[in-house]
């Protein structure tokens, strides 16, 4: 088996940080829904503030810490068996985080009831965006192209 060649603290640490950027992203994304749902004569000032503000605040309460701890229990298993296999782009960890977010939703909702089926869309995004922010700073040359050949 290869020796990783990466700190284990650091990778814990990107993993928490992407756990972090995927809560955030989730608490986000609920006013822009709300504000997709309402029409014109629903919509108020005090709405708009209490949805942009009020909304992501009591959201992330409970989407961070649950990002959270996806990052320890699903995600830090699927860099693992990633890192083994070579798979060190961002864009592998944006679709493995999408597929992991979605996954756990799945799991902790009942089969085929309406939470199951309206959590899939609402956690690929942010799932995506955890699972980027945690390879980005994982491997931070992933992105960098070689330099260009002497003309």
Do not use: C, N
Not at 6 to 29: E, F, I, K
Not at 85 to 103: E, H, K, N, Q
Request: charged share 5%.
């Amino acid at each position: 088996m290869e020796r990783l060649k990466t700190d284990p603290l650091a990778v814990a640490g990107a993993l928490m940080t992407g756990g972090l950027a995927g809560g955030v992203m989730y608490s986000l994304q609920a006013p822009v829904i709300a504000l997709f749902k309402a029409t014109p004569e629903t919509v108020t000032a005090e709405g708009v503030i209490g949805a942009f503000t009020l909304v992501p605040l009591f959201l992330s309460i409970f989407a961070v810490p649950g990002f959270l701890l996806g990052m320890l229990t699903i995600g830090w298993p699927i860099w693992f068996v990633l890192h083994l296999l070579g798979a060190r782009s961002p864009w592998i960890g944006a679709l493995a985080g999408s597929g992991a977010a979605g996954f756990a939703g799945q799991l902790l909702s009942s089969p085929g009831s309406f939470l199951s089926i309206i959590s899939l869309p609402l956690l690929v995004f942010p799932g995506a965006v955890a699972g980027w922010v945690a390879w980005r700073l994982i491997y931070p040359a992933a992105l960098k192209r070689p330099p260009a050949p002497p003309v």
